[in-house]
């Protein structure tokens, strides 16, 4: 059973950055197209960034992607999320979530494998 375990979130001050980690065990990294997903406090989770299977073509939200970058390690079964440049508004529990497309995608419902997330919180 393929399992995701997500870490490096914590408290940070605006301005600064985290490199989130998801760990990817029971099955191969590279079967799956991988995504990142937030969820803040009142609101729906929200796209953040995917990447494809092999090739690891990124996919990025719009409004995020001159501050963060996905990245993918298949030989490592990790997948990353650098984030830079973090806005009080980047405050949420982070979730990684694998699917089994080829190409990346932002639509939630492609995954079906999630791991427990990981807080971030930015202080302004």
């Known amino acids: 059973q393929v399992q995701l375990v997500e870490s490096g979130g914590g408290l940070v001050q605006a301005g600064g950055s985290l490199r989130l980690s998801c760990a990817v065990s029971?099955?191969?990294?590279?079967?799956?197209?991988m995504g990142w997903f937030r969820q803040a406090p009142g609101k729906d989770r929200e796209f953040v960034a995917s990447?494809?299977?092999?090739?690891?073509?990124?996919y990025y939200s719009d409004s995020l992607k001159d501050r963060f970058t996905i990245s993918r390690d298949n030989a490592e079964n990790t997948v990353y999320l650098q984030m830079n440049s973090l806005k009080f508004e980047d405050t949420a529990v982070y979730y990684c979530?694998?699917?089994?497309?080829?190409?990346?995608?932002?639509?939630?419902?492609?995954?079906?494998?999630w791991g427990q997330g990981t807080q971030v919180t930015v202080s302004s």
């Open positions: 029971g099955g191969s990294l590279s079967t799956y197209a």
């Open positions: 990447i494809s299977r092999r090739s690891g073509r990124p």
């Open positions: 979530a694998a699917s089994p497309l080829l190409g990346p995608s932002p639509d939630i419902k492609e995954y079906d494998i």
